[in-house]
T-cell receptor
Framework: AQKVTQAQTEISVVEKEDVTLDCVYE???????LFWYKQPPSGELVFLIR??????QNEISGRYSWNFQKSTSSFNFTITASQVVDSAVYFC????????????FGTGTRLTVIP | DTEVTQTPKHLVMGMTNKKSLKCEQH?????MYWYKQKAKKPPELMFV???????INESVPSRFSPECPNSSLLNLHLHALQPEDSALYLC????????????????FGPGTRLTVL
């Protein structure tokens, strides 16, 4: 069974604070892919990152960083020095061959950055 | 250039109307998807087309009828919808579903906000 859990429903931070969005996943497949998408109020799902199960190297892209830990089945996302434009719903997602390559989404975390 | 376009942006229709949603991508992708997203929920997969053939239908009611005229275009024909069908309809595309070993990133369009009266 494929499952993604985002336990944080809503988070509010003050601008310039750091914030971490949690993602825990379940899959029996040994080969799988994890994603983060951002959905601003306009509605479009914006692709942020993709990680495969064989690559546990953490990644940094500007103010964004991702921490992938297979031992805890987690793929957390940190925004450093948050900005108002970061306000959005963030979805973590999982896909694998066992899941017929379907994209399984978590329930999303709504981030509000207060100026 | 990762761009998927969708028209219209907003659509209001009555329960007896027939309308269509359109999606287009020019990234050379061979897989295209329709998702339905209700407020405060994640997207739910409706249909998948792979190489212009319907490969997945997630038990969607027949009042939703997908069509893939060519590899760049995806339509969703709507007929006799119910108010509970009001939602954001998202189209996505990815490079290739074949081969088994590769799972490609899905790129999403801006969506069509549908209201059924």
């Amino acid at each position: 069974a494929q499952k993604v859990t985002q336990a944080q429903t809503e988070i509010s931070v003050v601008e310039k604070e750091d914030v971490t969005l949690d993602c825990v996943y379940e899959t029996r497949d040994t080969t799988y892919y994890l994603f983060w998408y951002k959905q601003p109020p306009s509605g479009e799902l914006v692709f942020l990152i993709r990680r495969n199960s064989f690559d546990e190297q953490n990644e940094i892209s500007g103010r964004y960083s991702w921490n992938f830990q297979k031992s805890t089945s987690s793929f957390n996302f940190t925004i450093t020095a948050s900005q108002v434009v970061d306000s959005a719903v963030y979805f973590c997602a999982l896909t694998s061959r066992a899941g017929a390559n379907n994209l399984f989404f978590g329930t999303g975390t709504r981030l509000t950055v207060i100026p | 250039d990762t761009e998927v376009t969708q028209t219209p942006k907003h659509l209001v229709m009555g329960m007896t109307n027939k309308k269509s949603l359109k999606c287009e991508q020019h990234m050379g992708h061979r897989a295209m998807y329709w998702y339905k997203q209700k407020a405060k929920k994640p997207p739910e997969l409706m249909f998948v087309y792979s190489y212009e053939k319907l490969s997945i239908n997630e038990s969607v009611p027949s009042r939703f009828s997908p069509e893939c005229p060519n590899s760049s275009l995806l339509n969703l024909h709507l007929h006799a919808l119910q108010p509970e069908d009001s939602a954001l309809y998202l189209c996505a595309s990815s490079q290739d579903l074949k081969g088994g070993g590769v799972t490609d990133t899905q790129y999403f369009g801006p969506g069509t906000r549908l209201t059924v009266l």
